[in-house]
């Protein structure tokens, strides 16, 4: 029978095993697949796991200290966090185009990775040998199967590394769903707000500022995205939506008054959808009332928004992220 304890239990095993006295690195991402797989792998190996996590400086508030202060308490992991949020925001400069952009955070991310991971393989230690990957059960059946023994490749040069480094990859959840997976973390006893997580995109913030990205927006979106988050929690909504993109709209300003004043600022679209694989979506039918403390709450709290939109769009013709 298929319990969390069962899968857990056999997943260890099968873990300690394989990867013997060698090592193995995990990329966090902050969502929950790839904190579930690393918790797993933790359990099986204890010290032989260093993650990474790449602070990209697109996280949403809190985010980064989940990672950093939360999940290795829980786990008691051994983390390398990478501060690039510079290196991330200076490549980004003068960039507007949404593929652009994309191409420049996975780049970036790509090239950093590698040089912690370098770092890594470096020290001190048996050799690194695995990586370790949140792929789940549809990610399995959507690429055509496989084995998950596959090598991949490392193709970038990093500073006195071999060019193509090959790693045997670890995917302890590539037999599970996303709920079994929420399940398995919570009995792994990884904190809440990392096991309910709502999907968030890879490029973080830096697709759901229309425009430029700059530090200063990106402040002005975490705020944002801050309020419209803990009021949806607090109205108890988190199960009934998808998702909750906030974006904020960089290049577009419009008339407002406030107090005593004219006003000429920015609106922040609240895209709230309700979906059951991200393929289709429909706009979730927001209670008024929550709908309006957002609003009141977003333009009272954060300078330079005076607006706030409802994204009505359905996927298809709209997709779910703005860019
Ligand atoms: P769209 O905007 O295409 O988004 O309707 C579908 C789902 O995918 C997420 N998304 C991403 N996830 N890297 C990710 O890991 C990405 O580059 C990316 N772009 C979109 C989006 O949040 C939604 O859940």
Redesign the pocket.
């Known amino acids: 029978t298929w319990t969390t304890g069962n899968v857990i239990e056999e997943q260890v095993e099968a873990i300690r095993e394989l990867v013997g006295d060698k090592r193995a690195i995990c990329g966090l991402?902050g969502?929950v697949d790839s904190a579930v797989a690393a918790a797993l792998v933790q359990k099986a190996i204890g010290s032989q796991l260093t993650c990474v996590y790449v602070d990209h400086g697109l996280m949403r508030k809190g985010e980064t200290e989940q990672v950093e202060k939360d999940f290795v308490a829980a786990t008691g992991v051994q983390l390398k966090v990478v501060d690039a949020e510079e290196r991330f925001l200076k490549a980004l400069a003068g960039v507007s185009d949404p593929e652009e952009k994309?191409k420049i955070i996975?780049r970036e991310f790509i090239r950093v990775f590698e040089q912690a991971q370098a770092e890594i393989i470096a020290d001190e230690g048996p050799a690194v040998e695995f990586l370790v990957q949140g792929t789940l059960y549809p990610d399995v059946v959507e690429s055509g199967g496989g084995t998950g023994t596959a090598n991949i490749k490392s193709h970038h040069n990093v500073g006195g590394l071999p060019e193509d480094l090959e790693f045997k990859l670890i995917e302890p959840l590539r037999k599970l769903f996303k709920d079994e997976v929420r399940m398995v973390g919570q009995e792994l006893g990884l904190p809440e707000e990392i096991v309910q997580r709502?999907?968030?995109?890879?490029?973080g913030l830096g697709?759901r500022i229309v425009g430029e990205v700059t530090k200063e927006r990106l402040d002005l979106l975490r705020e944002a995205d801050a309020i419209a988050r803990e009021e949806l929690t607090a109205a108890g909504l988190d199960r009934d939506i998808?998702?909750c993109?906030v974006v904020l709209l960089a290049d577009v300003r419009s008339v407002g008054v406030q107090g005593d004043g004219r006003t000429y600022g920015h609106p922040i679209v609240l895209r709230p959808v309700s979906?059951e694989d991200?393929?289709t979506?429909d706009w979730s039918r927001l209670p008024y009332d929550v709908l309006a403390k957002i609003s009141t709450r977003i333009t009272n709290e954060v300078r330079d928004v005076n607006r706030v939109v409802l994204d009505v769009t359905s996927?298809p013709p709209?997709?779910?992220?703005?860019?």
């Not at 709502?198 to 490029?203: E, I, R, V």
């Not at 709209?318 to 860019?323: A, H, K, L």
């Open positions: 991402s969502g994309r996975g709502q999907p968030f995109p890879g490029p697709i998808w998702q993109p979906s991200a393929m979506a996927k709209g997709t779910i992220e703005w860019e």
